[in-house]
């Protein structure tokens, strides 16, 4: 792994980010979220537990929690939209801002990068996430796992969003923060960027490259970027 000053840009043509943890700071949402919702339904939900759910989808978290507590009163669906529902309040109230990602994606656009969304969270919370941050305009593309067999790890989501673009995968960058995320776009043929934003326990073995923030130094790469259209 090298890091963002070597970055070759030349041959990308897109540049995708993944959303919770990259396009805002959502990992303590989501905890507090679902620690609502399934302690209200008689979840005993713990931290150990809870790191396990960290990389599924909603779908998957809410099966998760059944199988360990069943619950009698609601359907599967009902609860994961009340998770939802409460993640998108908290997202509209709370400070969850990535520091600079707003000029880091303005940049990427005036070199004429297509860019691109890939996420494991429901379709209904990218709204509020891309309106939260003021990038919605931005976007080329916007994909949920929700609308796949399988969320991440499985490269689905990534693959479908680079035919989306018309972008064939090995000219797509992905931005992740997690390892099941960066897993699912080295399996679907793209450059792999983890983004730490300062988490050193962050697992980025995988990933071509990494960057700390979208401030500083690390991103001085994107005034030498080329474009090969």
Request: glycine share 4%; net charge negative; hydrophobic share 40%.
């Amino acid at each position: 792994m090298t890091n963002t000053n070597s970055i070759d840009m030349t041959c990308r043509k897109a540049v995708i980010f993944d959303m919770d943890g990259v396009i805002v700071d959502s990992e303590k949402l989501w905890k507090q979220a679902e620690y609502e919702v399934f302690t209200s339904l008689g979840v005993k939900v713990t931290d150990e537990d809870s790191k396990i759910t960290q990389s599924m989808t909603t779908s998957e978290v809410t099966e998760f929690w059944y199988d360990k507590f069943p619950w009698d009163n609601k359907d599967f669906h009902t609860v994961e939209q009340m998770v939802v529902s409460r993640v998108i309040d908290l997202i509209e109230t709370q400070d969850c801002h990535i520091n600079g990602i707003k000029p880091f994606i303005e940049r990427l656009k005036d070199k004429n990068y297509k860019i691109a969304l890939a996420t494991n969270s429901p379709s209904r919370i990218i709204p509020a996430v891309l309106k939260k941050a003021g990038i919605i305009h931005l976007f080329d593309t916007l994909s949920s796992a929700e609308f796949e067999d399988k969320g991440k790890p499985d490269p689905a989501i990534y693959c479908n969003t680079a035919k989306k673009l018309n972008i064939k995968p090995e000219n797509c960058l992905v931005i992740e923060d997690s390892y099941s995320g960066m897993l699912a776009a080295k399996n679907a043929g793209m450059t792999t960027v983890a983004f730490t934003n300062g988490n050193k326990e962050i697992d980025f073995d995988i990933a071509d490259y990494r960057i700390d923030n979208f401030e500083t130094h690390e991103i001085e790469f994107l005034s030498e970027l080329g474009l090969k259209a």
